[in-house]
Structures are given as structure tokens and as C-alpha cells.
């Protein structure tokens, strides 16, 4: 019983540092995909350490690179992708030019 109360406690204190961080970074006018990856930066085992790496972690983990891909691919339209394109190869013949 053990480890579902330490998953449980775990994963209630990721979804509170996500909605914490998700709130600044969307009142500031930052992508909301960017509190999610700093709540899991800050209280993963690689900043405070408050939550300790497992299999099960690593895991969930996987699944949640998957997520946030999926995520990401919904932020973005072909249109953007293809200005952007443009946009570099006008950097491009910049930079060449001199």
C-alpha cells in the first residue's frame, strides 16, 4: 500500500506544480506545453528531487514524450511550418550576402 500512497502523492504534487507553472507561463504569454516541462524539470529528480526516479517513472515518462509530440503537433499548421521556411531561407540568403 506503500507505493500507491508514495504514486499518489507524487502524481498530486506534479499536477499542482503543473497547473501552478502552466498558470504563469500563459499569463506571461508562454506556451502552456512550456509550464508543463519545467514543472516536470523542477520537481523531477534533475532539479529539487522531490519526486525519486523509478521504472514505473520512466514509464510514465515515455508516455508523456509521446503526449507532449502529439500536443506540440496540434499547436502547429502547415502554414506556420511553411512561413517559417520562408523565413529561414530569407536568414539564409541574408547571412550569404554579407
Request: a negative charge.
Amino acid at each position: 500500500m506503500d507505493g500507491v500512497t508514495g504514486f499518489v502523492e507524487s502524481a498530486a504534487l506534479l499536477v499542482f506544480a503543473a497547473f501552478v507553472l502552466v498558470t504563469i507561463c500563459s499569463r506571461i504569454g508562454v506556451p502552456s506545453i512550456v509550464g508543463y516541462i519545467l514543472a516536470g524539470i523542477v520537481i523531477g529528480p534533475a532539479g529539487l528531487g522531490l519526486i525519486a526516479e523509478s521504472a514505473a517513472l520512466s514509464s510514465i515518462g515515455e508516455i508523456g514524450v509521446v503526449l507532449l509530440l502529439f500536443a506540440l503537433g496540434l499547436e502547429f499548421s502547415f502554414e506556420k511550418l511553411v512561413r517559417w521556411r520562408r523565413l529561414n531561407h530569407a536568414e539564409d540568403a541574408m547571412i550569404a550576402s554579407g
